[in-house]
């Protein structure tokens, strides 16, 4: 059983474009978080989706970022118009149906880069 | 509010005890977790315990939790090389809701 998969590990991008994160839930999970990490700091909550429904975006930034988890496919973090402060590493965690015990697997992360 | 707490930085001897401590605010924290994190990889989850419980051991690692002060430690014992890392103390409220993240404790091991 594979763990999660996020792609792609590194991506640099300039001020504007755009930037697409995949993640991949371990088989079987259906409940999918992404978090971001800052350089020299924790992780912070973003976004909490089960499959084809946002459940908590209270951490996403209102502009710019958005999040799906469709019926079919991976997980995607889109930022638009990426800015330099969105450099950062940002991690996706899954957890099963019924998560009883809240363990979340946690994916390699993306290292994001905006020159 | 949520917020976790702990100290930057830790250096212990090879051999030596470690003792990372964290604080948290929200007292209606059900989960508690240590998370260790390598340089430049994701996170592993190290061991958790849940808030109606004051010890949790797994073999080298003791988990207090004194939910009175809202003070979590992490006792790694016979402290090794291998243990160098950045250590996250977390919480979460329910068994399927965020996680909040402590800043992390990097832990440096003297020979």
């Known amino acids: 059983n594979a763990g999660v998969m996020q792609n792609p590990r590194h991506l640099v991008r300039r001020r504007g474009q755009e930037a697409r994160l995949r993640c991949s839930p371990m088989?079987?999970?259906?409940?999918v978080y992404w978090y971001r990490q800052l350089p020299e700091e924790g992780l912070k909550f973003m976004v909490y989706?089960?499959?084809?429904?946002?459940?908590?975006e209270s951490g996403m930034p209102k502009e710019r970022f958005s999040a799906e988890f469709p019926k079919e496919g991976p997980s995607i973090l889109r930022i638009q118009q990426v800015v330099r402060g969105d450099s950062a590493a940002y991690f996706c965690?899954?957890?099963?149906?019924?998560?009883?015990?809240?363990?979340?697997?946690f994916g390699p992360g993306t290292r994001l880069t905006v020159t | 509010g949520e917020d976790v707490e702990q100290s930057l930085f830790l250096s212990v001897r090879e051999g030596d005890s470690s003792v990372i401590n964290c604080t948290y605010t929200?007292?209606?924290?059900?989960?508690l977790y240590w998370y260790k994190q390598e340089p430049g990889a994701g996170l592993q989850l190290l061991t958790y315990?849940?808030?109606?419980?004051d010890m949790k051991q797994d073999q080298r690692l003791t988990v207090l939790l004194n939910k009175k002060d809202k003070h979590l430690s992490l006792r790694i014992a016979d402290t090794q090389t291998g243990d160098s890392a950045i250590y996250f103390c977390?919480?979460?409220?329910?068994?399927?809701?965020?996680?909040?993240f402590g800043s992390g404790t990097r832990l440096s091991i003297r020979p």
């Open positions: 965690a899954s957890s099963p149906e019924l998560a009883g015990e809240n363990e979340q697997y």
């Open positions: 088989k079987g999970h259906s409940h």
């Open positions: 989706l089960q499959k084809e429904n946002i459940i908590d």
């Open positions: 929200d007292s209606s924290s059900t989960y």
């Open positions: 315990i849940f808030s109606n419980m």
């Open positions: 977390a919480e979460a409220y329910s068994s399927a809701s965020k996680i909040i």
